[in-house]
């Protein structure tokens, strides 16, 4: 499937981060408070809704797929400055929530996932609205691979995955 971008740079700065840290928020049963490693010189504070589906210490150590240009949010009250991606899948015992991974590639904190054609991200300090990701299609491609509008994002040489800790989330499913 050929890419629906007329440009070979993304809009998108999506990276690989490590949870150092993570956090129950008091105020909040869903949100954990994380702090997260994306190559930079401090880690980002990101707030995600993943009380129901990892404990704190199945986050710390994990790597996870970052949108770090996304437009710095409030989420519970505290700054969220990021998002992680993962996939869900709805079935009949109810929602599975996996994290997407860099599954077996040799990334690092900071390392670029991009998908083909794109080289490049085409400007990683314009920050995005959420709802320019909404218009775009992240998926579970045929592989178990992650696509980005059909078209399946690489860091380091290698795709990115669902969480393989996880069990349920199939192809078709939405990230």
């Known amino acids: 499937t050929q890419s629906t971008w007329a440009s070979n740079e993304s809009p998108f700065d999506l990276r690989v981060g490590r949870i150092l840290a993570a956090e129950r928020m008091p105020e909040s049963e869903k949100l954990y408070v994380l702090r997260v490693d ?15 589906f990892y404990s704190v210490d199945a986050l710390v150590g994990h790597d996870v797929l970052v949108v770090a240009n996304l437009k710095a949010a409030k989420l519970g009250g505290r700054d969220s400055d990021g998002m992680l991606l993962a996939a869900s899948h709805k ?20 390392s670029i996932a991009l998908a083909e054609p794109h080289v490049a991200v085409a400007n990683p300090a ?21 696509t980005l509008d059909g078209v399946e994002l690489r860091v380091a040489g290698a795709g990115l995955a669902a969480d393989p800790a996880v069990q349920g989330i199939v192809p078709g499913d939405l990230v």
Do not use: M, N, Y
């Open 38 to 52: 994306v190559g930079e010189a401090a880690p980002r504070q990101i707030c995600a809704g993943l009380q129901a």
């Open 91 to 110: 079935g009949p015992d109810g929602e599975i929530v996996a994290l997407v991974t860099p599954a077996g590639a040799q990334a690092t904190p900071g």
């Open 126 to 146: 314009k920050r995005i609205k959420a709802s320019k990701l909404r218009k775009h299609k992240f998926a579970i491609g045929p592989a178990g691979t992650v």
